[in-house]
């Protein structure tokens, strides 16, 4: 696999939405049971290997969650960089310089030949959180705001606003509540 270095919101968004597979997260439970789900969510990340993804490949992405997710909540971001750096070890070789298909010189990290999917996952997480780290700053790792949501994520939203690990989900429904309490607030006592 190669990853490239100046697409870190690839990677983040990976991150974000391996860990909100989570059973912490996810009151219905775990997004990822199976081999099945997996291939489902390395297909919706353009993510490609020429083997489907095994029983094992699914005990290491939950192991893989974890890191992620201890990264994401960390307190600074020497500490968020120091988890990152010990995901990238696990396959990540030398960056290269390689042309892109437009022509432009661009920077990517390959990963190590037969590298398990969870490591080269673990390498494109951490190509994302180190980019978030360099080019937003920290605070941009935060815990979702929907009243007893467990999720964490890193926003990369231009604004820096984002308030929802999953904003289809925890965002719906806090304004499905408010709405609810507004229609509630003024409808006519009957």
Do not use: K
């Not at 991150?15 to 775990?30: F, I, K, M, Q």
């Amino acid at each position: 696999m190669q990853i490239p270095v100046d697409d870190y919101a690839w990677g983040v968004a990976v991150a974000n939405d391996l860990v909100a597979t989570s059973p912490t997260v996810r009151a219905g439970g775990d997004a990822l049971p199976d081999p099945i789900a997996l291939a489902d969510f390395l297909a919706e990340h353009r993510l490609r290997r020429d083997d489907p993804p095994t029983d094992e490949d699914v005990r290491q992405v939950h192991l893989l969650r974890r890191e992620v997710r201890g990264i994401i909540e960390t307190e600074t971001g020497e500490q968020a960089v120091a988890g990152a750096t010990v995901l990238i070890r696990r396959a990540g070789l030398s960056p290269t310089l390689e042309r892109a298909d437009e022509g432009r010189w661009e920077w990517r990290v390959p990963t190590a030949p037969g590298a398990c999917l969870a490591d080269e996952l673990a390498v494109l997480v951490a190509v994302g959180v180190l980019g978030v780290v360099r080019t937003l700053g920290h605070e941009r790792f935060r815990p979702c705001a929907a009243p007893g949501c467990r999720g964490v994520f890193a926003d990369i939203s231009r604004a820096g606003r984002r308030r929802y690990c999953t904003p289809g989900l925890c965002g719906n429904r806090v304004n499905v509540a408010n709405h609810r309490a507004r229609q509630r607030e003024w409808s006519p006592i009957r």
